[in-house]
């Protein structure tokens, strides 16, 4: 099932009020020409554009939910309890959370537990200094590497992801490891969950807190970097705005600082034009500013580069600067680039 069949499905179940809140919170969805049905509605807000802009739109405790969410979802492989995600966020109240991420269609409470779009699903969690779930890597082993882990572990093939899931078993494995490659593997599980190439860690590979990667790189599963972590790790959540300090200032030094700043620009604008009625600026074949000429501009006249690029953009936006088209070229002939000059009138 796609993402937007789910959320096809998910709409249909909503109340007046409900379909509401998504469509306020995902206006994007709403743009021309206006959906006249549930389907298209549906296929618009599992787009990945409109995803995106959703995302960019969160709060940051939404976001630490959301984020949190999907670590479960890659670790269960299934509906995720609400209980979980609190416990990853140190116990903190996380439904009124969950519940706005709900009314902006990126996922759905059913039943105590959170469903996750598929297009939400992440397999990879770099930015949070954790590497993939063991079962991943686990289905880049042949049968035969799967059980020799499995009878190095002392456990069935079928329990591997069991037996990683269980922090105690995985820190009381960890003791017996020798102390070079402890100390090896607490580096990683703090934020490095890959490195490049194969580190003489044969123990460490041996009872799977290291797994190859079909990059010749070697990688921690996401449970064992938990695990190795400690029993209290958290992940970062901060459900109220941080305080900070603000300071009062009058209005006159805001208006000195503008009132500078725009006779800056106009004197800018009028070397430009200067420069231009001496000789046009060339552009490139394409029409556009090129850096080159912005260099020069800034080089001559003794500003910033920003400054030049927005100065030639608003004389072109005012009419004081034209782009003048250059002649067809004769046979044989290149054709000389587009300028840019003075209007003369």
Not at 32 to 41: C, F, G, K, M, N
Not at 284 to 292: E, H, S
């Amino acid at each position: 099932m796609t993402t937007a069949e789910e959320l096809l499905g998910r709409l249909v179940g909503l109340d007046r009020d409900g379909l509401a809140k998504v469509l306020a919170h995902r206006p994007d969805v709403l743009a021309e020409p206006w959906p006249r049905r549930l389907d298209v509605v549906a296929a618009r807000l599992a787009s990945p554009e409109s995803v995106d802009e959703a995302l960019l739109g969160l709060s940051m405790p939404q976001a630490q939910v959301l984020r949190a969410v999907q670590l479960c979802d890659a670790l269960n492989q299934a509906p995720v309890p609400l209980g979980d995600v609190s416990a990853l966020l140190g116990g903190a109240a996380v439904e009124s959370f969950v519940d706005e991420l709900a009314e902006r269609a990126l996922l759905w409470r059913e039943a105590g537990e959170i469903v996750l779009p598929e297009v939400l699903q992440r397999h990879s969690f770099h930015a949070e200094g954790l590497g993939r779930p063991v079962a991943d890597l686990l289905s880049e082993l042949t049968t035969i590497q799967r059980a020799h882990l499995a009878r190095n572990l002392g456990v069935a093939p079928k329990d591997l992801v069991r037996h990683f899931r269980d922090g105690d078993r995985v820190r009381e494995l960890f003791a017996t490891a020798p102390e070079r490659t402890r100390k090896v593997l607490r580096d990683m599980a703090d934020g490095v969950p890959e490195v490049d190439g194969m580190p003489p860690l044969g123990w460490a590979l041996d009872h799977g807190f290291l797994f190859g990667t079909y990059y010749g790189g070697t990688a921690m599963p996401i449970e064992v970097s938990l695990a190795l972590r400690g029993p209290d790790h958290r992940l970062p959540f901060t459900p109220e705005e941080p305080e900070y300090a603000v300071t009062h200032v009058g209005i006159e030094p805001g208006e000195a600082t503008s009132s500078a700043a725009a006779l800056r620009l106009l004197d800018r604008v009028s070397a430009i034009l200067e420069l231009a009625a001496a000789e046009p600026l060339p552009l490139l074949k394409d029409g556009t500013i090129g850096t080159r000429l912005v260099k020069k501009v800034a080089k001559d006249t003794g500003a910033t580069p920003a400054e030049v690029e927005l100065a030639i953009d608003l004389a072109a936006q005012a009419g004081l600067l034209l782009a003048d088209e250059p002649p067809v070229p004769r046979r044989g002939h290149k054709a000389p680039p587009p300028t840019l000059a003075p209007d003369p009138d």
